[in-house]
């Protein structure tokens, strides 16, 4: 009588431990499956306005301390309807963006004119512009670089 006991909870004992075991890896299972990032499909812009730059990046190389230098992105509107740029941010107060204001047509282009003044930097320089408009995506980012050296009468 004692064995079967012991037999019958062995038996019960292992039908819970490997049910359990098998519910665990079911739960992970489902976890792992919910986790798992979506598919991201490619934004159709339709007639949304495309702004295209021929570059997105400018290396002004060695720069002396207290230059003041600009550069002029240029984009065209690529998309189908008018662009109009609603704002423009820079990463730093030593860098200014200046755009047009006025929508731009598909198929006409503008310009962005950034100015940087290395007074006070030193070193490598990397710095952001930020352009909201009503395209898809909304934002696009252009960015500047350099490396400032002090000029040799101030070391």
């Known amino acids: 009588m004692i064995k079967k006991s012991i037999s019958l909870i062995l038996i019960l004992s292992g039908i819970l431990f490997f049910g359990a075991c098998q519910n665990a890896s079911q739960k992970k299972s489902t976890a792992q499956k919910s986790a798992t990032p979506a598919v991201i499909k490619k934004t159709d812009t339709g007639d949304a306005p495309v702004m295209t730059f021929s570059e997105t990046e400018h290396d002004f190389g060695k720069l002396t301390q207290g230059d003041i230098v600009k550069y002029t992105?240029?984009?065209?509107?690529?998309?189908?309807?008018?662009?109009?740029?609603?704002?423009?941010?820079?990463?730093?107060?030593?860098?200014?963006?200046?755009?047009p204001h006025q929508p731009i047509k598909p198929g006409e282009g503008g310009d962005i004119v950034v100015t940087f003044n290395t007074k006070y930097k030193f070193g490598y320089q990397n710095k952001s512009i930020m352009l909201l408009a009503n395209t898809k995506p909304a934002r696009t980012v252009l960015h500047i670089k350099a490396v400032v050296v002090i000029p040799k009468d101030k070391k």
């Open 73 to 99: 992105f240029h984009f065209t509107n690529t998309g189908k309807s008018d662009l109009k740029i609603s704002h423009v941010s820079t990463s730093c107060g030593c860098t200014v963006g200046k755009y």
